[in-house]
Nanobody, 117 residues
């Protein structure tokens, strides 16, 4: 069973920055998968924020384009999300998982991001 652990969330003022990290357990096939960062607010569906192919091609939701940057290390099975110019509407629990057509791993606990106005 693949395990993913997200970290790096916290409380930040609007306009601030945070860097999220995600570590996947070894043997997960992480290096060949398209990976993504998702976010979910209570009572809402989980949405894809950004994804990145094994070769490094990234895609972003319109709401975060120009502010967030996704990156990965295929050797260390690690995924990052650099979040700049944060807005109160970015407040959510953030999760990492596979994306595109790749079957999802079991979801981790996520990391809470809270942006104050």
């Amino acid at each position: 069973q693949v395990q993913v652990v997200e970290s790096g969330g916290g409380l930040v003022q609007a306009g601030g920055s945070l860097r999220l990290s995600c570590a996947a357990s070894s043997g997960s096939g992480c290096s060949i998968s398209t990976l993504g960062w998702y976010r979910q607010a209570p009572g809402k569906e989980r949405e894809l924020v950004a994804d990145i192919s094994s070769g490094g091609r990234a895609n972003y939701a319109d709401s975060v384009t120009g502010r967030f940057t996704i990156s990965r290390d295929n050797v260390k099975n690690t995924l990052w999300l650099q979040m700049n110019s944060l807005k109160p509407e970015d407040t959510d629990v953030y999760y990492c998982n596979r994306a595109s057509s790749w079957p999802r791993w079991r979801w981790g606990q996520g990391t809470q991001v809270t942006v104050s106005s």
